[in-house]
């Protein structure tokens, strides 16, 4: 069967052997699943002008044990490439896993052979070779599968295994979710630890521009806002705040400076109460650089967005968020009496 989806989010895994890109899409009428693709990794390595028989066979037979897993070369395909100007022929180098190309290439090299891009990340090199453009529509044939087929867990995202795709043009309308959360602390410190959540923000607008907005806190007072809920204390705003994002279940989650904070923060907190929230945190050097990937949603961090794309345009010399939404919105933050 065939059908017309929209990619948003990919990652690859190794699964008995084989390696799947994962490519969690949206389809046509608004409904999310996981195209399952088995690909695998390649480099060049160049032809060389001697001894090309017998180093042509020793590359079919090499393998490398990395970690007690043993990676093998699986397949080999003479091409031509255009080299500085000029055709020249390579060989194509197919192997078992992604990580195994930069620890392949790195043996050749030391045969005396020329390697080339070993190092593209894999998703982009398949994203590359498939000509997929993340958000674009592309059209898929293949079939579902159940979950257990990949030794997935229970989920109620549907997996679609496929035999060829192809990208189309045009892509959809899509579900964003912001975050925001205010936490306490008796001294200007951070501290994801020690200092706990007061309430968390959610602003959203679906695929028929209808707007959400929540406020989840644990402090009890009147008001007015129907947007505002109350909870008994920080776990079971945790608790609520999962069960929200479950439900709301966008394409798109977003912040600002939430890779080195509110949603690491958030990750934090609930591993204090023993919560499973399905973020990956990884830290580089400290906070400041982190990023955090959460799955089948799309992450994205417009602090880093701003710096890396308006950074220079901007006539602010600050990256907080009042200065920045001042300059691209004409909105301030609202002034708040702490005490």
Request: charged share 25%; hydrophobic share 35%; glycine share 4%.
């Amino acid at each position: 069967m065939s059908i017309i989806c929209y990619p948003y989010d990919f990652e690859y895994k190794v699964k008995n052997g084989k390696v799947y890109v994962y490519l969690y899409a949206k389809t046509e009428d608004h409904q999310h699943l996981c195209i399952v693709h088995e690909h695998y990794p390649f480099f060049y390595v160049k032809v060389p002008l001697t001894n090309k028989e017998q180093l042509l066979e020793k590359i079919t037979k090499a393998t490398i044990t990395d970690n007690q897993t043993t990676a093998h070369v699986r397949n080999i395909i003479e091409v031509t490439r255009e080299f500085i100007g000029n055709q020249q022929q390579f060989w194509q180098v197919y192997v078992s896993y992604p990580k195994a190309v930069p620890l392949f290439a790195k043996e050749f090299q030391q045969w005396g052979l020329e390697c080339f891009e070993k190092d593209i990340l894999f998703v982009h090199r398949y994203l590359r070779d498939m000509n997929i453009i993340p958000m674009q529509k592309i059209i898929v044939d293949g079939k579902y599968i159940d979950s257990e087929i990949l030794d997935e867990p229970q989920t109620t995202i549907k997996f679609f295994l496929a035999d060829h795709l192809v990208p189309g043009e045009g892509t959809t309308k899509w579900k964003i979710l912001a975050v925001d959360i205010e936490t306490y602390a008796e001294k200007k410190e951070i501290d994801f630890e020690k200092n706990p959540i007061l309430m968390i923000g959610l602003s959203g607008i679906d695929e028929h521009n209808t707007e959400f907005q929540k406020v989840i806190t644990w402090k009890q007072f009147t008001h007015d806002y129907q947007y505002i809920e109350h909870v008994a204390d920080e776990k079971a705003m945790l608790q609520r705040f999962q069960q929200l994002l479950r439900e709301y279940n966008p394409e798109i989650l977003t912040g600002y400076f939430s890779d080195g904070f509110d949603l690491p923060y958030l990750k934090t907190r609930c591993l204090k109460y023993n919560l499973t929230l399905d973020f990956q945190v990884f830290s580089k050097s400290g906070f400041r650089s982190g990023e955090v990937k959460v799955k089948s949603i799309l992450h994205l961090d417009m602090l880093k967005f701003i710096k890396q794309i308006f950074g220079l345009n901007l006539k602010t010399d600050s990256y907080k968020l009042d200065a920045v939404a001042q300059e691209l919105l004409g909105h301030s933050k609202h002034k708040v009496n702490l005490d």
